[in-house]
C-alpha cells in the first residue's frame, strides 16, 4: 500500500529526503507521496523512513493504493531496475 500525508504535515520536508524513490514533494501547503513510486521502502528497509523521521505521524498507509510485498517490489525493479 502507497503511503499518504495528512493534514498534520508541517511541512518541514525531512521526509522528502529520506525516500530512496524520491516519491514525496512539496505540495500547495503540505508534502505529497506520487503512489506510483511509493514502495513503502520494500526492498531498501525494514520499514518506511519517511514514517520513521516524521514529528508529527503524519505519514500513514493509504487505502486507495493497497500492495502486497511482491507488488511494492515490483514497482522498486520498474523504478530502479534492479
Known amino acids: 500500500m502507497a503511503l499518504i500525508i495528512n493534514n498534520k504535515c508541517i511541512a518541514c520536508g525531512i521526509c522528502a529526503s529520506e ?3 524520491e516519491a514525496i514533494s512539496e505540495g500547495d501547503s503540505i508534502y505529497i507521496i506520487n503512489p ?3 514502495t ?3 526492498g531498501f ?3 518506511p523512513q519517511c514514517v ?3 514529528p508529527r505521524g503524519a505519514i500513514v498507509p493509504d487505502p486507495k493504493y493497497p500492495e502486497t510485498k511482491e507488488q511494492l ?3 522498486k525493479k520498474r ?3 534492479k
Do not use: T
Open 45 to 47: 528497509f525494514d520499514e
Open 79 to 81: 523504478i530502479h531496475g
Open 52 to 54: 520513521n523521521v516524521c
Open 73 to 75: 517490489l515490483a514497482k
Open 40 to 42: 513503502e521502502c520494500v
Open 36 to 38: 506510483n513510486l511509493c
Open 19 to 21: 525516500c530512496p524513490n
